[in-house]
């Protein structure tokens, strides 16, 4: 049985929100220290915490994009699965990003892969809802 796109939207959500709640716990283990990982301004910190809060903020896009489908006519058209897969690849790739700047300063232009995705994403969704 094909599982829609959007099913796998509202299981992201839900997973990302716990991820952010886990990261949270892990951040919660050494923030009292004042020096920890270079300071609160420290770059490696900075992308910690990037990181922790995307969690939550990708889950509520990926949540929003499940309930906006579900007001739509037709659940499924190409439009719709490209926003689904973009909202899926930009919570992923996200994360992923900001740990990887964290230890890798140059590594910047990775960030484009969420950015791209995300706005794709977006796009493709205010297509369908203008077409409503
Ligand atoms: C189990 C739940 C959570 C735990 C244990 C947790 C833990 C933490 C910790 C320890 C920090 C500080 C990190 C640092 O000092 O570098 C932090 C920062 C932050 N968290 Fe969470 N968090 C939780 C849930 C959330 C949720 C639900 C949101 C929002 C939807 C959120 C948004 C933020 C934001 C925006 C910051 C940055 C604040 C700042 O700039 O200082 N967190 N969190």
């Known amino acids: 049985m094909k599982v829609p796109v959007t099913h796998l ?10 991820l952010g709640f886990a990261s949270g716990f892990a951040l919660g283990l050494g923030f009292h220290d004042e020096k920890w990982l270079g300071g609160y ?3 490696k910190r900075r992308l910690y915490r990037l990181g922790h ?3 939550f903020g990708l ?29 899926i ?4 790739s996200m994360p992923i990003c900001c740990l990887i700047m964290a230890h890798q300063p140059k590594s910047r232009a990775l960030f484009l892969i969420p950015v791209l995705s995300l706005i794709t994403a977006g796009a ?9």
């Open 89 to 92: 690849g930009g919570a992923v």
């Open 53 to 55: 809060i995307s969690f």
């Open 9 to 18: 939207n509202l299981i992201i959500a839900w997973l990302w929100v716990i």
């Open 59 to 87: 889950a509520l896009m990926n949540l929003m994009f499940y309930f906006t489908v579900r007001s739509f006519p037709a659940h499924s058209s190409l439009a719709i699965t490209v926003a689904g897969w973009g909202f």
């Open 124 to 132: 493709f969704t205010l297509w369908e809802v203008i077409k409503l």
């Open 41 to 43: 301004a420290s770059h």
